[in-house]
């Protein structure tokens, strides 16, 4: 049961992210309030932590791959459309979600994966 509720919690972390970054595309009437700020990191975390502790190990490494690469790609995400922006490609009123989410997917992203990238003998 607590899986299923740190699944939860990550995955709304991940949207919340997720809506950051289409945000300032003008995509779907998307408006970032600050819970969404606060919400990104926080249930990004939360759910990882609470999954980390219910799982069995493999379970846990695989999690934690599995967030990592979808914090990393987040993170890629805002930084192909910053680069897009910059060279004009697209059109933003405001880069600064775009910002947040690169910098923190990207921190978060990287706290994840490089652990698991260290094998054990």
């Known amino acids: 049961m607590m899986r299923i509720a740190a699944a ?3 995955l709304l972390g991940l949207l919340s992210g997720a809506a950051l970054l289409a945000e300032p595309l003008h995509l779907a009437p998307i408006s970032a309030g600050a819970a969404l700020w606060v919400f990104f990191p926080l249930f990004s975390l939360l759910g990882y932590v609470l999954f980390a502790m ?3 190990r493999d379970q846990s490494l695989l999690i934690t791959r599995a967030a990592g690469a979808a914090l990393l790609l987040l993170a890629g995400s805002a930084a192909a459309l910053l680069v897009l922006s910059s060279a004009g490609v697209l059109a933003l009123q405001s880069s600064l979600s775009l910002w947040y989410v690169l910098v923190v997917a990207g921190l978060l992203g990287l706290a994840a994966a490089l652990p698991s990238s260290k094998r054990e003998d």
């Open 8 to 10: 939860f919690l990550l």
């Open 54 to 56: 219910a799982a069995r």
